[in-house]
């Protein structure tokens, strides 16, 4: 089966683009402390790499897309004892009875239905919901994602704000707590021994197919070290985030400056290509003579 069709509604693993790649495989590697041992629903599995990667840890993943060609694909490339996956929509899930999983989630998906889905997407996720179990659903600030950078996504059909997002959910759950998630460039310092307090730390790599999780260790450019005579306490890892963008923000400007330069050269050698045309009638003219 060839790879599918990369429209913009979805995330394909063998995309290129780092900006993407990497909020969409961490969403699921947080996902996967969550789904250990457990039984899993994915809803709006897309091409199913983040089913697959949940099998990896939990009992049983299904995961529910509603295209049939990208549930054709999961299958062929994902599909196993743990996980299988079917064709269905949010607000009409294909999976029958009551309180059957432990975790569903669902990544980058409410904000593509309207209104009325939505709410029958929630009636849905309560519907197979265990007691105690957990809802993981993420979506687009409408604030940071659409508002303040003017930009429209075509899919979208109806975005959150975070407090309008809280309260949407409190509906359905008693206890919602709010993440935020969002990119940044950033520095790391962290302990080469090992030892100490850390953090959760999830690794990708890329590879001829694309971004994948991967083992490999940090390479470090410098080391530093804390001397003391006395015994040193263990010592914390530390992260430092650019809040500006800067560094993003230069690539997209530079990338826009090269979009540019592109289509001035196709005009030009659109004009080229004419005179091209132009001498060569001009030359068959004269050769007549």
Not at 30 to 58: F, M, P, R, W
Not at 64 to 89: C, M, R
Not at 176 to 193: E, F, K
Not at 266 to 288: F, S, T
Request: charged residues 25%; proline residues 4%; contains cysteine.
């Amino acid at each position: 089966m060839p790879e599918l069709e990369a429209t913009g509604e979805r995330y394909i693993s063998s995309m290129a683009d780092p900006d993407i790649s990497y909020e969409h495989w961490h969403r699921y590697l947080y996902a996967t402390a969550l789904a250990g041992n457990k039984t899993v629903l994915d809803i709006a599995c897309g091409e199913g790499y983040g089913a697959h990667l949940l099998s990896q840890q939990a009992k049983k993943v299904i995961g529910v897309d509603i295209h049939p060609e990208t549930v054709a694909y999961a299958k062929q490339h994902y599909a196993g004892p743990q996980l299988d996956f079917q064709v269905g929509s949010v607000d009409a899930i294909p999976v029958p009875g009551k309180k059957v999983f432990d975790v569903i989630v669902s990544f980058e998906t409410i904000e593509h239905v309207d209104a009325e889905k939505q709410v029958a997407f929630l009636t849905e996720v309560k519907r197979l919901l265990k007691p105690g179990g957990l809802f993981v659903v993420s979506t687009p600030n409408k604030q940071t994602y659409t508002d303040e950078p003017h930009f429209n996504n075509e899919f979208h059909f109806k975005e959150f704000y975070p407090d309008e997002f809280n309260q949407f959910l409190k509906g359905y759950f008693k206890n919602v707590a709010l993440l935020g998630h969002a990119l940044y460039p950033m520095s790391c310092i962290w302990n080469l021994r090992r030892t100490g307090k850390g953090w959760k730390e999830y690794r990708l790599k890329y590879t001829s197919e694309g971004f994948r999780p991967t083992l490999d260790q940090k390479q470090d450019k410098y080391v530093i070290a804390l001397c003391s005579q006395r015994g040193l306490k263990p010592t914390e890892n530390s992260i430092m985030l650019d809040v500006t963008d800067k560094m993003r923000q230069d690539r997209a400007e530079m990338l826009a400056v090269l979009q540019k330069q592109a289509e001035h050269l196709k005009i030009v050698g659109e004009a080229l290509r004419q005179k091209e045309a132009q001498i060569a009638e001009l030359g068959a003219k004269l050769h007549k003579r």
